[in-house]
């Protein structure tokens, strides 16, 4: 249960590292509550004006003004969450000449211990037991060391064995991906 590997990441990787930390973010319970409530509100709130408008025999269309706003509610979150993901290429990029040392050469050795990853960008050494999170995804793992900080790791440099061992370390050391 031990590897190291060395890679430079790309703003592609850095992209999908983000995205599968925003995928995870909407996965987490409290946003699923939130949405299903204001769906749920959106619903309700449909369903008393059609059975209001039946009752008067009035207009549906002209009714729909009634339940304009909790009907908006759950598409404008969708939109907000849809605007998020568009805007990562972007974010990621602006970050990237901000800090040219995120695209630098990159290693990682993981262990029984924990994992170090260095590059030009500094050193982190992360106890297992200290690990926020972990996720794993298509294209990438990301170390989460809080809520907001990624360390990320390109499937596309490690070897099937590589990530075998890297996911069976963070299995055995910190449970199973957070996404």
């Not at 408008?53 to 969708?78: C, K, Q, R, Y």
Request: without cysteine; aromatic residues 8%.
């Amino acid at each position: 249960m031990s590897g190291q590997i060395s890679f430079v990441p790309t703003v592609s990787d850095h992209v999908a590292a983000q995205r599968l930390w925003l995928i995870s973010y909407l996965r987490r319970r409290p946003i699923k509550i939130v949405f299903a409530l204001f769906s749920i509100a959106a619903i309700i709130s449909l369903a008393l004006v059609i059975a209001g408008t039946m009752v008067e025999g009035g207009s549906l269309w002209n009714s729909l003004g009634d339940v304009a706003l909790p009907l908006a509610v759950p598409l404008v979150f969708i939109g907000l969450q849809v605007l998020a993901w568009a805007r990562v290429p972007r974010a990621i990029r602006r970050m990237s000449q901000q800090q040219p040392s995120l695209l630098s050469e990159t290693t990682w050795h993981w262990d029984d211990d924990g994992l170090t990853a260095s590059s030009a960008a500094g050193t982190s050494v992360v106890r297992w037991a200290d690990l926020y999170r972990w996720l794993s995804g298509p294209t990438s793992i990301a170390l989460m060391l809080n809520e907001r900080m990624l360390l990320i790791m390109p499937r596309r440099f490690l070897s099937e064995v590589q990530a075998r061992d890297l996911e069976e370390t963070l299995r055995a050391f910190f449970g199973p991906p957070n996404n």
